[in-house]
């Protein structure tokens, strides 16, 4: 699947639930798809999981991180749910509790893992949708490098500065 397919699949969610406008909500969008989100706190290097209990998908997110972070890794697991559930399905047995998850490793850490650059693009397109970016940006004259405009369009969207910055180069 291409980075493209996987920005298509998140527009068609945001359109299929009738979000209109940002932020989006994010836990409301996995709750409609029958995801369960829980907060636990992990280690500062572990944003989130997405993983099966009894057969249905949860999202495991560190509740130690900023509340935009989380909500992009709510994102990024989303799309690893929706892009990925084969993979998904088919992961190892990791506990007592039938916890399955799609192990990470140096690659996937790295973000050049095909299935994790996938999740990314699904997150930032289902958080920060192309159309409502080129939008918030049409409103202004205000220049890009400036920094304090740049911040009041994440907090907008509810996503970290870097977050919105990286966005803007994909667009």
Same mark, same amino acid.
């Given at each position: 699947?291409?980075? +493209?397919?996987? @920005?298509?699949? /998140?527009? &068609? %969610? $945001?359109? !299929?639930?009738?979000?209109?406008?940002? *932020?989006?909500?994010?836990?409301?969008?996995?709750?409609?798809?029958?995801?369960?989100?829980?907060?636990?706190?992990?280690?500062?290097?572990?944003?989130?999981?997405?993983?099966?209990?009894?057969?249905?998908?949860?999202?495991?997110?560190?509740?130690?991180?900023?509340?935009?972070?989380?909500?992009?890794?709510?994102?990024?697991?989303?799309?690893?749910?929706?892009? +990925?559930?084969? @993979?998904?399905? /088919?992961? &190892? %047995? $990791?506990? !007592?509790?039938?916890?399955?998850?799609? *192990?990470?490793?140096?690659?996937?850490?790295?973000?050049?893992?095909?299935?994790?650059?996938?999740?990314?693009?699904?997150?930032?397109?289902?958080?920060?949708?192309?159309?409502?970016?080129?939008?918030?940006?049409?409103?202004?004259?205000?220049?890009?490098?400036?920094?304090?405009?740049?911040?009041?369009?994440?907090?907008?969207?509810?996503?970290?500065?870097?977050?919105?910055?990286? @966005?803007?180069?994909?667009?």
């Amino acid at each position: 699947m291409s980075e +493209h397919a996987a @920005r298509e699949q /998140a527009r &068609v %969610l $945001v359109e !299929k639930l009738g979000v209109k406008a940002p *932020p989006v909500p994010v836990e409301r969008l996995a709750k409609a798809l029958g995801v369960r989100i829980e907060y636990n706190p992990f280690d500062d290097e572990l944003s989130g999981m997405a993983f099966l209990r009894e057969g249905k998908p949860v999202i495991g997110v560190n509740a130690n991180h900023h509340p935009n972070r989380q909500r992009f890794t709510i994102a990024h697991e989303l799309g690893h749910i929706v892009l +990925h559930r084969s @993979r998904l399905d /088919a992961a &190892v %047995l $990791v506990d !007592k509790k039938s916890k399955h998850f799609i *192990p990470r490793d140096q690659i996937s850490a790295e973000g050049t893992d095909p299935v994790e650059v996938q999740a990314n693009a699904f997150a930032s397109e289902l958080l920060m949708p192309a159309k409502w970016v080129r939008q918030a940006l049409s409103e202004s004259t205000r220049d890009l490098h400036d920094d304090e405009y740049l911040i009041a369009l994440a907090k907008r969207f509810r996503v970290s500065l870097a977050a919105f910055q990286f @966005r803007l180069e994909k667009i």
